[in-house]
């Protein structure tokens, strides 16, 4: 996974360096969603989204994918998304980034957030997602 074409506006939480055995992507973002929810229940755990376009459309499925368009699936979409005055928009990674792909349109679709004026972030791992919350609600100043 390259991180070279990270456009400006949109922050890397995490170490692009670190090698080694890591989670999945899947585990990651099931820990960060977990640990949203847990500690803040009735706010930014309770608005948090994950929304399911990647891999969802495959083969013959023409039709399905352009009424799931028209019903507002946006290919690339990112993996965390916290609306608020400041939303928060998170393409989240495995830690060693060698072991993840970009799916098409998640570039753009960050570009995008950050030219919206959303806090847009790349995060390589649970840990660095954790690092972007945080670094979102001091510098949003979103109430949690």
């Not at 890591?22 to 820990?31: F, G, I, L």
Request: with cysteine; aromatic share 6%.
């Amino acid at each position: 996974m390259r991180l070279n074409n990270i456009p400006d506006g949109v922050r890397v939480f995490g170490d692009p360096k670190w090698r080694g055995k890591c989670p999945t992507e899947n585990v990651e973002q099931a820990t960060v969603i977990g640990w949203l929810r847990r500690e803040w229940p009735d706010t930014i755990g309770a608005l948090v989204i994950h929304p399911r376009n990647e891999q969802q459309l495959r083969g013959g499925q023409h039709r399905q994918m352009i009424r799931q368009s028209a019903e507002g699936m946006t290919p690339g979409a990112s993996d965390i998304i916290i609306p608020g005055a400041v939303t928060f928009v998170c393409e989240l990674k495995r830690r060693d980034r060698t072991l993840g792909t970009w799916q098409p349109g998640q570039v753009e679709y960050l570009d995008a957030a950050a030219k919206a004026g959303a806090f847009a972030c790349v995060a390589l791992g649970h840990a660095a997602a954790m690092e972007a919350v945080r670094e979102w609600l001091i510098s949003s100043g979103v109430q949690a």
